[in-house]
């Protein structure tokens, strides 16, 4: 079974807009991490926060983490069309074996020029 | 893709075959992971390696199996392929795994079983 559930399933936005995307779970983490993927190729690492982190910016990204509500969300500022991929969350469970990180069903993100 | 290759990238098989798809990487990271991604579930674990000859099972290995003889190479075998294994599949490596867990991607092997 999924461990995140990202939302939306799909965002359109115009290049210059910020993106937001969201991610559910349902176990206590050691960490979760945000991946990208380009339509026909491997998902590339992001960014990573730990579960006694709040917030962490990388560039134009920044995540969000609240244990409390066992959410995230990953907000990307000043959108390019190349920002155009589809973005995962996983986590690395405290409850599964540490090698079993689980995947959300990802949101798509449009950026249109 | 981080040093890893997969082979082949495209296989069209018929429904009872077996079918193996090999997973190269140039750096001797400890840790390899095969995956599976069909719409609407992401990516889900089939089977991962600790080691040579370390393997275990992940959320969905009915149906498949691993080897890994050499740190290099793993291999994710179907016995007999169903069409429900029909799917895009992804080998990954963990660079530092007690740690974070950070995972680097294959291009991926789309499989049909017809």
């Known amino acids: 079974s999924q461990q995140g559930e990202e939302d939306p399933q799909a965002l359109s936005i115009q290049e210059g807009e910020n993106a937001t995307m969201n991610c559910s779970y349902k176990?206590?983490?050691?960490?979760l991490q945000w991946y990208r993927q380009n339509s026909g190729r491997g998902l590339v690492h992001l960014i990573l926060?730990?579960?006694?982190?709040r917030e962490k910016h990388s560039g134009r990204l920044r995540v969000t983490l609240d244990t409390s509500k066992k959410s995230s969300s990953l907000l990307i500022t000043a959108s390019r069309a190349a920002d155009t991929a589809s973005y995962f969350c996983a986590t690395v469970s405290t409850i599964f074996n540490n090698n079993d990180m689980r995947f959300g069903a990802g949101t798509r993100l449009t950026v249109k020029p | 893709d981080a040093g890893i290759t997969q082979s082949p990238r495209h296989k069209v098989t018929e429904t009872g075959t077996p079918v193996t798809l090999r997973c190269h990487q140039t750096e001797n990271h400890r840790y390899m992971y095969w995956y599976r991604q069909d719409p609407g579930h992401g990516l889900r674990l089939i089977h991962y390696s600790y080691g040579v000859k370390d393997t275990d099972k992940g959320e969905v290995s009915d149906g498949y199996s691993v080897s890994r003889s050499k740190t290099e190479d793993f291999l994710l075998t179907l016995e007999s392929a169903t069409s429900s294994q029909t799917s895009v599949y992804f080998c990954a490596i963990s660079v530092d795994r007690l740690a974070k867990n950070i995972q680097y991607f294959g291009a991926g092997t789309r499989l049909s079983v017809l």
């Open positions: 176990t206590s983490i050691n960490n």
């Open positions: 926060i730990r579960s006694n982190e």
